[in-house]
C-alpha cells in the first residue's frame, strides 16, 4: 500500500478526499483512521487539521446514525499519534490512548442508545438458558442490566482500542516505508513498557478497581498487550525464525485465551528483566 500512501501525502487535498471517502463507506474507517494518523505523524497535528475533519465529520453522521465506532477509532487514532509524533515513544502513546477508551467507556460512548434492555430481552427470548441465567443472577442481587452495560461497553471499548492501535500502526509502517525504511519494524521489535510505565498501568487498574471505575481497570491491559505482541515480534526476529511463526502466534491469540493470558505475562517480565536485551547478549 505504498503508492496509495505516498499519493496521499502528495497533497492535502488527496489525502483529504482519501479520509472522507473511507470514513463515509461501511466498515472503512479504518483506512480513514490510518490516513489520518500518517498525516499526523508526518506532519503535526495544525497542518493535519484538514484531514482529521475529512475523517471525523462523516465519521460523525455515522455515529449520529447510532455507530459510534468509525469516529471513536479515529480520534484515538488521531491522540495516539499526536503523542507518539511528540515523545516518540509508543508506550506513552499507548497509555494515553487507554486512558482516553476508559474515559469513552465510562461515559457510556459505547452503551446502545436505548440501553442494553432491548437485547437482554432478546437474549431472554432466544434462549431459555439465558433467561435461567440472568433470574439466577438477579435472585442473587445482581443488577444484571448493569452488569451488562458494563460488559458491552466495556468489550467495545477494547476491541475500539486495539483497532485504534491498528490503524497508529499502519500509519507508521507507512511512514517510515516512505521517509524511514525499516524504522518500523526496528521501531515495533524495541516496543517495551518501562518498569515505571508498568507500576502506572498498575496503579491505574487498582484504583479502577477501589473508585469503581471498572472501565479504566479494564483498559489498562492494553498497552500490556500490545507490548507482548511486540516482544513475540522481536523475539522471532531476533532469532531469524519463519514468518509461519507469527502466523501460528496469532492464531493462537485470537483463538485462545490462555495464550492471552501468557502474553501479558512475558510482557510483565519482560518490563523489569528485558527479555530482547538478554536474548541479544547471549547470542
Not at 16 to 22: H, S, Y
Not at 98 to 103: E, F
Amino acid at each position: 500500500m505504498l503508492p496509495f500512501a505516498r499519493w496521499l501525502m502528495r497533497g492535502t487535498p488527496q489525502a483529504v478526499a482519501a479520509a472522507a471517502i473511507a470514513a463515509l463507506v461501511p466498515w472503512l474507517f479504518w483506512l480513514s483512521a490510518a490516513i489520518a494518523a500518517l498525516v499526523t505523524l508526518r506532519r503535526g497535528m495544525a497542518p493535519a487539521l484538514p484531514v482529521i475533519l475529512a475523517a471525523a465529520l462523516p465519521s460523525g453522521w455515522w455515529w449520529m446514525q447510532g455507530d459510534v465506532i468509525p469516529l471513536s477509532c479515529v480520534l484515538l487514532a488521531t491522540l495516539m499519534a499526536v503523542v507518539l509524533r511528540a515523545r516518540m515513544r509508543w508506550s506513552e502513546a499507548l497509555i494515553v490512548g487507554a486512558l482516553a477508551a476508559a474515559g469513552m467507556v465510562q461515559l457510556g460512548v459505547f452503551v446502545p442508545p436505548g440501553g442494553v434492555g432491548p437485547l437482554l430481552e432478546q437474549l431472554r427470548q432466544g434462549s431459555a438458558e439465558v433467561d435461567a441465567m440472568l433470574r439466577e443472577l438477579a435472585s442473587q442481587g445482581i443488577a444484571t442490566e448493569q452488569l451488562a452495560t458494563l460488559l458491552v461497553g466495556g468489550v467495545t471499548g477494547v476491541m475500539v482500542s486495539l483497532t485504534a492501535v491498528g490503524c497508529l500502526a499502519l500509519g507508521r509502517a507507512w511512514q517510515a516505508g516512505l521517509y524511514n525504511p525499516g524504522g518500523f519494524r526496528e521501531e515495533f521489535h524495541g516496543l517495551r513498557l518501562a518498569p515505571r510505565e508498568f507500576a502506572i498501568l498498575l496503579v491505574l487498574g487498582i484504583v479502577g478497581l477501589v473508585l469503581g471505575l471498572p472501565a479504566l481497570a479494564m483498559l489498562a491491559w492494553v498497552p500490556l498487550l500490545v507490548a507482548g505482541i511486540a516482544l513475540i515480534h522481536g523475539i522471532i526476529g531476533i532469532k531469524g525464525m519463519n514468518g509461519l511463526w507469527l502466523v501460528a502466534f496469532y492464531v493462537l491469540l485470537i483463538a485462545t485465551w490462555p495464550t492471552i493470558l501468557i502474553v501479558l505475562l512475558l510482557a510483565m517480565i519482560d518490563s523489569v528483566a528485558d527479555l530482547r536485551g538478554r536474548l541479544v547478549r547471549s547470542d
